[in-house]
């Protein structure tokens, strides 16, 4: 049976530099936040309804903040990647130009899967999940319970109001559950974004590297009706109107001063066992450091030979270098830090604790047997990776097969439908095939899917099967295979994918359209690999909150705080640098001269001239103690992916600049936070400064100022 979370399990721990906290947990924490610096009082982040909190937003993937009465938003440039190249031709690439509008009636759709989601309320619904679940339940059974109950909590959630998203999300392994309640707006509109060579000066060069120098901000804006509704883009759309936003500190922070990040990380895995941890070193990273650096080299080459190309592979190439760094990264600090030696000996420390007492022998068999389902789990990982990589690396397959899956799950009523499937998800579904047309190259995604047969060509016979092997000797063979599917497919056309959404089941299984057949036949492996992943699901959902209630009282509960899991949170620290080495000492902030002196008039260090040519200039946002206008500063917050573009705030909860990266040492922030982690941000005042050396955008500048 799912266990009950003990109360105070949402009290702080001693170290408030660590954790991503959840709102409920920071009155706890109030005498501490006070003692760090705080201004604010600590109840008032406890309530997503009140500001701070209820101008930060989550644009799925990347955090925000309203900064403006009307609708404006602050976020970071590479979280508009993909909405640049939405906008991109090969005549107009946003992505490595930027984009200004110059009045409102210039701002530009982001397209139609964009979207902002505005936190509500945050309900505690562990008893009604707990009361899903039968004690003698089957693996299958409990994950199927636990669904429908989510299934059921967020569609009586979502009746309430047009607008409403809901879900319910999974706190310490199970113990806890939140039903997260949000408004959702359709209307996202490109306000300004600098140019490739200021949003992402240094490249990967410099990513996840100190001293850094990059303008990794943007500025959209969300409209609704002029009713007030949340609507899709339409030229009657009026700018939303946030209950709270976020002023600016137009001073911003210096050295050792108080900063706090509230954002949407997106997960880590703090809670993995050990055995988890030496998969990933041993077969996980391995693999997929070798698929991305093939996959990111296709797309390389095409940008390189054509301007459409490299408009519209913008985005996945950027997402893919990221991955690949951070993969490597990753596995280098498996292999050359104690991170798995410490994991090993606090589980040891669990296992001797256990056996300490008869009440606890019980747990003990419990960790045994978790150890064995975590074995299962990544058997089957390896077996049903290599066929998910084909479904995620073309999009066409992706397209069919999502639109078959539509179609058999229709057959159900829309409550007994799986996740992501039902008539709530549609709309999104639609968007998404429509949008299409506007980021697929085919050429790439030819010679992309390629690579991806090829990875799973060269697997061992065990993680293969033998249905798709039969299908590509059928058709003559990989090449042969490749030229049906790309010649003139059909499903280029926006019109015939969505044509696919009107398809029965038998339709789809009739169709002669080779991306149909493929995608017919990949469901069929998929659909049993899910009832094994099904079991595998339920066994983790029974097990793992055991343990980690195990850990939690040998340890203290005030010594935990959940993983990250897409939800609202806070982390707090102070502007600090690091040193890395003997004699060797990084402060906490760069300047505009600093930029200067690395441009090299090539990418990554091409800063535009116009630039370059206002350094060392008197401006208002110059610091007084650097005599320099600030671009980047580093704090001990501890953040994670889908924290970017957070917004950082100072002591009294004014925005202080944006988090964008982490330091080297903060990329094993998916298992634990280390003393020299460091969050890297770029400075407000650096976005005010280059706005203030653009004619065009005194109107915006004057908006972020309140004027």
Known sequence: MIMMIPSVLWMASAHADEGMWTPEQVPAMAEQLEEMGLQLNASVLADPRSAPLSAVISLGGCSASFVSPDGLIATNHHCVEQYLQVNATGEADLARDGMLATDRAGELSAGPTARVTITERIDDVTDTINAAVGRRMKDTDRKAAVEMAQKQLIRDCEAEAADRRCRVASFYEGLSYRLIVSRQLD?????????????SYGG??????????????????????????????????????????????????????????????????????????????????????????????????????SPEAAAKLASPMLGLANLEKNNAELLTMLEETDIIADRAADEAALDAWLASARSRRRTAR????????????????????????????????????????????????????EPGYQDRDRPRLVAYFKQLDDTIYLPADRDVFAVVIDFYMKSPEEQRD??????????????????????????????????????????FEASDDPWVQLAVLVE?????????????????????????AANLERKGADSMYPDANSTLRLTFGHVTGWSPADGVVYLPQTTLQGLANKATGEPPFDAPERLLARVGEQTRWADPDLGDVP??????LDITGGNSGSATLNDNGELVG???????????????????????????????????GMPDAAWLLDELQGK
């Not at 041993?282 to 698929?291: A, C, M």
């Not at 090449?479 to 015939?496: G, H, N, R, S, V």
């Not at 280390?674 to 969050?679: E, I, K, L, S, V």
Request: zero cysteines.
């Open 366 to 417: 419990t960790v045994a047997e978790l150890e064995a389902v975590i074995a299962e789990q990544q058997a089957f990982s390896r077996r049903s990776q290599k066929l998910q990589s084909m479904r995620w690396a073309a999009d066409l397959l992706g397209v069919a097969h999502r639109a078959y899956r539509t179609a058999i799950e229709a057959e159900k009523p829309d409550i007994d439908r």
């Open 631 to 636: 671009v980047n500063f580093l704090s001990t």
């Open 187 to 199: 209307d996202l509109r490109l306000v300004y974004a600098p140019p490739r060579s200021v949003g």
């Open 658 to 692: 944006l988090a964008f990266d982490g330091n080297i040492d903060s990329i094993g922030a998916d298992w634990m936070y280390g003393d020299t982690a460091r969050t890297i941000h770029v400075d407000v005042r650096y976005l005010l400064w280059t706005l203030e």
């Open 524 to 548: 069929s492996v998929l659909a049993e690999q899910r009832a094994e992943s099904r079991r595998l699901t339920g066994a983790m959902m029974r097990l793992r909150p055991q343990v980690v």
């Open 466 to 507: 033998q249905r798709i092997d039969e299908w590509f000797s059928r058709m003559g063979g990989v090449e042969a295979a490749l030229d049906a599917l790309y010649t003139e497919p059909a499903l280029a056309d926006a019109d015939a994918r969505l044509a696919l959404l009107e398809m029965d089941r038998d339709t």
């Open 204 to 305: 990967e060069v410099d990513n996840w590297m100190w001293p850094r120098h990059t303008g990794d901000f943007a500025l959209l804006r969300v409209y609704v009706a002029p009713d007030g509704s949340a609507a899709p883009y339409h030229a009657d759309n009026v700018p939303y109107q946030p209950d709270h936003h976020l002023p600016l500190d137009l001073d911003g922070v210096s050295p050792g001063e108080f900063v706090m990040v509230a954002g949407y990380p997106g997960f880590t895995r703090r809670l993995d066992r050990v055995s988890e941890l030496r998969h990933s070193a041993e077969v996980r990273y391995p693999e997929r450091l070798e698929l991305f650096r093939e996959m990111k080299a296709v797309l390389e080459d095409h940008s390189a030979r």
